[in-house]
């Protein structure tokens, strides 16, 4: 029905995207006053709706940092991480058998502190350093009956190096830091602006819950 109403062309048919957001007052205008009086509420509320869902869609486009995918943790489910686009995200390559493994308690106190305005937190899993299970269910069980975490955790991952996975080689090119050892953590912005934290900067440091409330 965009291509034409009662033989008048619409203008924005043969027009790139590019156009829309300058004339999407015109094209309100036009469209509403060549619709003929006889038009019924159904019709209407079809266009309507189609008008919402297209502004709404550009309005939530996918950042880059997020435009990818992960496997859920000891599953055969790939999630996409577009999902999370306009929440604050903490991104942290987690490890079941490493000095820092009690900062789970820490992120899952800081998730459920925040998770209502807008933060999550992704946990995953690198053997990278040589400090997690090899078998994911054994990841899944620990963090779950050791830590009571419920934020989501993705499979496990490569996170540094030629072979690290797409999201933390674009974690690393925009902070400019690459995962060293287990429990760094990237936060991400609702912008998609990205900041680093190393291992050692707890999940409720003063100046990591000051990062997140700020951008919150």
């Not at 509403?32 to 019924?40: A, I, R």
Request: net charge neutral; with cysteine; glycine share 6%.
């Amino acid at each position: 029905f965009f291509q034409a109403q009662d033989g008048i062309r619409d203008p924005l048919w043969s027009r790139g995207l590019g156009d829309v957001y300058k004339r999407q007052h015109l094209y309100l205008c036009h469209l509403f006053t060549q619709l003929p009086l006889s038009c019924n509420i159904l019709r209407m509320k079809h266009i309507l709706l189609t008008i919402i869902l297209f502004f709404a869609s550009e309005s939530f486009a996918c950042s880059g940092i997020l435009d990818s995918s992960l496997r859920v943790l000891d599953s055969d489910d790939e999630q996409s991480l577009c999902e999370y686009t306009g929440n604050v995200v903490l991104v942290v390559n987690v490890a079941s058998k490493c000095g820092y493994t009690p900062q789970y308690a820490g992120l899952q106190r800081l998730y459920s502190r925040y998770k209502e305005d807008g933060l999550v937190i992704i946990g995953i899993p690198s053997r990278d350093f040589f400090q997690e299970y090899s078998d994911e269910s054994k990841v899944a069980e620990f963090c779950s009956t050791e830590y009571g975490v419920d934020f989501p955790m993705f499979a496990t991952a490569k996170v540094s190096g030629k072979k690290a996975h797409p999201l933390y080689k674009k974690l690393i090119a925009a902070s400019g830091k690459e995962p060293n050892w287990n429990f760094n953590k990237y936060l991400i912005d609702r912008e998609g602006r990205v900041q680093h934290y190393k291992s050692s900067v707890t999940p409720e440091s003063e100046r990591l819950v000051t990062a997140i409330q700020a951008v919150l």
